[in-house]
């Protein structure tokens, strides 16, 4: 779940609609286990595979908006106690 593409895109929407720290995937990258470990989640995680689902992170019978919700509203501006790192877009050799 921590290194899904779809869940990490649905999980992005969300805290952008919660304002949370910007970059916002950068933000999700910094709680991706956390969210992961949220309760419940592992379960329908594990029912939906079970259960034939080829892309549970995409399909919100899996992990619903609501429980992305939930998981997300609480969570702090800043992952590990620091602030949310910038993406590196090119490398300085001044």
Known sequence: ???????????????????????YP???????????ATPGWAASW???VAGG??????DPGVITDGMILA?????????AGGPVPEV???IDTE
């Open 71 to 79: 998981a997300v509203q609480p969570m702090p501006d800043d992952p």
């Open 1 to 23: 779940m921590a290194n899904d593409w779809a869940l990490a895109q649905r999980l992005t929407a969300a805290a952008a609609e919660e304002d949370k720290a910007r970059p």
């Open 26 to 36: 950068q933000w999700v990258a910094g709680y991706a286990w956390d969210l992961a």
């Open 53 to 58: 689902i080829e892309n549970p992170g995409a």
């Open 46 to 48: 594990e029912s939906a």
């Open 88 to 90: 590196v877009t090119a």
